[in-house]
């Protein structure tokens, strides 16, 4: 997934430090979603847990529920937190290995 094609970095209009983000392509086009706390697991197997809520979307129907929707927000972030690593515009932070603030 590439930033500015499949997906945007929007800022939260409740909380000025954090961003949500904007699908403009594929299945969820026009979803917006926001992160909250992710961690991953270094010292077992490198697995990623996160939790997420959908802020906005064309089909009303649409939850965090959705094993797709579940599936696709985890290629997503690992895109935006990759991209992130490669810029140095992720903001990591060492407690209990999580990222803070995507």
């Not at 929007?10 to 904007?22: A, F, S």
């Not at 996160?50 to 929707?69: A, H, K, M, R």
């Not at 985890?74 to 690593?85: F, H, K, P, T």
């Not at 990591?92 to 603030?101: A, G, N, Q, V």
Request: glycine letters at 6%.
């Amino acid at each position: 997934m590439i930033e500015l094609k499949d997906y945007e970095l929007i800022p939260d209009p409740d909380d000025h430090e954090l961003w949500n983000v904007r699908v403009l392509s594929g299945d969820y086009s026009e979803t917006v979603l926001k992160f909250g706390a992710i961690s991953i697991n270094e010292a077992g197997e490198g697995i990623m847990t996160f939790n997420f809520d959908v802020v906005s979307s064309p089909d009303p129907d649409l939850t965090v529920d959705n094993v797709e929707l579940q599936e696709y927000a985890g290629d997503l972030l690992q895109a935006i937190i990759r991209d992130g690593i490669e810029t140095d515009s992720v903001i990591m932070k060492e407690r209990d290995l999580s990222l803070i603030h995507i």
